[in-house]
Nanobody, 124 residues
Framework: QVQLVESGGGLVQAGGSLRLSCAAS????????MGWFRQAPGKEREFVAV????????DYADSVKGRFTIARDNAKNTVYLQMNNLKPEDTAVYYC?????????????????WGQGTQVTVSS
């Protein structure tokens, strides 16, 4: 079992930055790939970024590439999402998620565990 708790959301002006954190319980955190997803009102949950458990490889949605950075600290059981140059269209609830074995790391239905989400609002 893995429990995930996100933090770091808030209100920021366009062009600003936020860093989201996701603290995980469980001694096997390092064995999970960790992803960030977001969901805006009336829209489907969408992939943002993912970081692998073994090599630490990363993947990003085109919409955030070059602006967001995902990182993990296995010693602290924490994954981060640094978000720079935020845009109003980044406004959403952001969720972190964990998957132990996954081939489709951009597909939210394949993830095993989810946090409760943290709201990010970007004003224009």
């Amino acid at each position: 079992q893995v429990q995930l708790v996100e933090s770091g959301g808030g209100l920021v002006q366009a062009g600003g930055s936020l860093r989201l954190s996701c603290a995980a319980s469980g001694r096997t955190f390092s064995r999970y790939a960790m992803g960030w997803f977001r969901q805006a009102p009336g829209k489907e949950r969408e992939f943002v970024a993912v970081i692998g458990w073994s090599t630490g490889g990363t993947d990003y949605a085109d919409s955030v590439k070059g602006r967001f950075t995902i990182a993990r600290d296995n010693a602290k059981n924490t994954v981060y999402l640094q978000m720079n140059n935020l845009k109003p269209e980044d406004t959403a609830v952001y969720y972190c998620a964990a998957v132990k074995v996954g081939l489709r790391l951009r597909v939210f239905q394949d993830y095993d565990y989810w946090g409760q989400g943290t709201q990010v609002t970007v004003s224009s």
